[in-house]
């Protein structure tokens, strides 16, 4: 987006807040920002809604007040709900293993792992060792088949590495198995939380949703991919048999040609489709004691308690590098990716998106976008707006 073009920026902040819009115009300005939204909750309260730019980039549509994306990754946190609902319930223990809940899960030396090591992505499930393609993971039944006579990599609980495709597949078939209804995780996401919220969000895009509410994703070019990702991890992806690369596999399952995004199917580690409003909506009540959702202070302690590393620490086999932290199905505030203050939990996308809980000050954030970016622990764009929402919010710390 060039400086010289003038772009209209929609929504309101509440008094006080008026920086977070003036870093969202600079993200056009000064950060090579296409569309996109950012919204923010404090203490329950909507203090920021903002959204503009094309969601489009081939037509210049504009970016509407109604615009859903693709947020990949972030989805994670809103799948991670799902099942911080059914540990409100009763029906989740996360030091339990998965094969109480689901007994075919205990094979190929799959039988002592932990709810709680499986969303940390410490089970060494990160690929899957046979074909999962579009068929297969649009049928629950014979997906649960595939998922349960996976073979770990290593010795569960030893390494960390980012099942960045498979762990909502494992999460969905969990909730399956304890869910009275046997719903799938994007079923029960829209009937449990998203319908009581209102939320704009789906796990499982319905055909309903006209595409004219859809933005499209704008990849960045090759020189900015060269520049931007580091160069180990640029390297990795050259190779077909790199972790990342396997891990990765499956990742363009949410997109179609005709549909902008898949219908009635389910990604859950990264098909979510929604708009910046409906995230930073879920994670304020996560922030604020969780009452619309029913959730158990025993839960939410849960959630804001410090990540347990593997034995052999933080350091992530695919993403090859050090210090990221991830618990019950959320990555966490930690020294190299930061966000919010201590006991805050949320989840990145690939190309910028965010959304988080910050329960120490009440705050549910997201920003979202149709211009993918480059940055491994943080988009710009992103910061920029982290940065003037705590300048104001909680002045003595800067991100």
Known sequence: MKASQRIDIEGHVSAGFE??????????????ELGGACCVYHRGEKVVDLWGGVRNKSTGEPWQEGTM????????????????????????????????????FAQQGKETITVRQLLAHQAGLFAFDEQADRSVVADLDHLAIVLARQKPVWEPGTRQAYHAISLGYYESELLRRIDPQHRSLGQFFQDEIATPLGLDFYICLPESIPNSRLATLARPSRVAMLLGFPIRLTLAVLNPRANIVRALAGSL????????????????????????????????????????????????????????????????????????QFSLGFMKHCPVWPFGNEGSFGAPGTGGSLGFADPKVGIGYAYVTSQMGTSVTGDP???????????????VQRL
Request: glycine content about 8%.
């Open 19 to 32: 920086a977070v819009r003036d870093a969202f115009a600079e993200n056009f300005s000064r950060r090579h």
């Open 69 to 104: 994306v693709l947020v990949y990754s972030a989805t994670k946190g809103l799948a991670a709900m799902t099942l911080a609902v059914a540990h409100s319930r009763g029906w989740l223990d996360y030091e339990e293993r998965v094969c109480t809940y689901w007994p075919e």
């Open 253 to 324: 399952l949410p997109h179609d040609e005709q549909h902008i995004y898949a219908r009635n199917f389910e990604v859950p580690a990264g098909g979510g489709v929604g708009t910046a409003r409906a995230i930073a909506h879920a994670y304020s009540v996560f922030a604020t004691e969780g009452q619309e959702l029913r959730l158990r202070p025993e839960t939410l302690r849960a959630l804001t308690a410090p990540a347990v590393p593997p034995s052999r620490g933080f350091y992530d086999e695919c993403m090859m590098g050090d210090g990221v």
């Open 381 to 395: 764009r992103d910061l920029a707006l982290r940065n003037a929402v705590y300048s104001i919010i909680q002045p």
